[in-house]
């Protein structure tokens, strides 16, 4: 049957990358008649400006009957003095709590032809393929009590609480165990035992779930804080590190920056799956709206196409299509077509829009 897909394009650069995406999807109707039922909707500050919230419940109610969702990225200066409420990202979040997407997929990999882009030495980041699983539900950012409050001293206390229960915790680590014998079988739980009651939970359930699911895949703990340091020092000795919604967003940043771009880098969100084996899930770059290059058409796209390359891959089962969308980059890289972002010496500086003709002109020949 016909997937339902919707697009979420945002604000500053998403529309832009997303025209990208939607070449793909015409090249893929022409070529191979796999159509896509898409629709659009409104997110961010563009959501904001015509309805004056960041995502309505009738957009809201698309993302639930769309078997996938595909976001652009959302904010920018405009935006950013509204009230909390309001706030673009509060539209990404609403998103991802609704939805209960409580697992983050942020891969790190590098492609070999931008392997001089990384700030490290070519030799530590070249292969490089690592999958961060995020927690994205749960944890400080959610916990209660939150808030700030004025204590009878007059001083004033900002709250925030450290929260995971038993269940939210087995079942990120069952997504993580899952994706390593589907990659390298190899797991690094992250956390802070040494500190965090939560931290010492985690490390508790992680190996329960081991021990009685997943006994063949390696697996080692290690703290946050050794995690960053290692992947600055070793990042190729991972493969999959799970870790909560914190460290994660830490970890996977620093992550992103061993692989030299940020307009590389796709990315998944997923929620449990249902009795046919499907989970809801959202797609998107890593990267945010960068307002200092909207409106340019020299955004890179590659990040947005491939996370519909991780769509078709996870959501829809298209691999054979998953591996042509990746290919189709790995070799318009290799022909030495570069967005500024990544522009290197004696490569070709191309806008959005050409590298988006280029993707599907590739996809073409392959
Ligand atoms: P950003 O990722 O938007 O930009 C950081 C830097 O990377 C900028 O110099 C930008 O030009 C560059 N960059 C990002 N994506 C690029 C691409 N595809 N091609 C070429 N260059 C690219 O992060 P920043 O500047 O911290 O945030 C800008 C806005 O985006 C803020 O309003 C922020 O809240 C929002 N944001 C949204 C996210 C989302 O929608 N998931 C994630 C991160 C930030
Ligand atoms: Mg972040």
Known sequence: STKKLLILAGDGIGPEVMAQVRRVIDWMAKKRHIAFDVSEGLIGGASYD???HPLTDETMQDAFAADAVLLGA?????????????????????LRKDLELFANLRPAFVFDALAEASSLKTDLVKGLDIMIVRELTGGVYFGQPRGI????????????????????????????????????????????ANV???????????????????????????????????????????????????????????????????????????GAADAKGNRRAVYEPVHGSAPDIAGK?????????????????????????????????????????????????GKAKVSTTVMGESIVREMDKL
């Open 196 to 270: 965090m009651e939560s931290g010492v939970l985690w490390r508790e359930e992680v190996q329960k779930l081991h021990d009685a699911k997943y006994p063949s895949v390696e697996l080692q703990h290690m703290y946050a804080d050794n995690c960053a340091m290692q992947l600055v020092r070793a990042p190729k000795q991972f493969d999959v590190i799970v870790t909560d919604n914190l460290f994660g967003d830490i970890l996977s940043d620093c992550a992103a920056m061993l692989t030299g771009s940020l307009g590389m880098l796709p990315s998944a969100s997923l």
């Open 297 to 345: 058409d020299i955004a890179n796209p590659l990040a947005t196409l491939l996370s519909f390359a991780m769509m078709l891959r996870y959501s829809f089962d298209m691999r054979a299509e998953a591996d042509l969308l990746e290919q189709a980059v790995k070799n318009v890289l290799d022909g030495g077509l570069r967005t500024g972002d990544i522009m290197q010496a």
């Open 74 to 94: 959302v904010g920018g200066p405009k935006w950013d003095n509204l009230s909390f409420d309001v706030k673009p990202e509060r539209g990404l979040l609403r």
């Open 50 to 52: 015509k309805f004056g």
């Open 149 to 192: 409050e004025t204590l009878p001293n007059g001083e004033r206390r900002g709250v925030n609480t450290q929260v995971y229960t038993t269940s939210e915790i087995v079942r990120i680590a069952d997504v993580a165990f899952d994706l390593a014998k589907k990659r390298g079988n190899k797991v690094h739980s992250v956390e802070k």
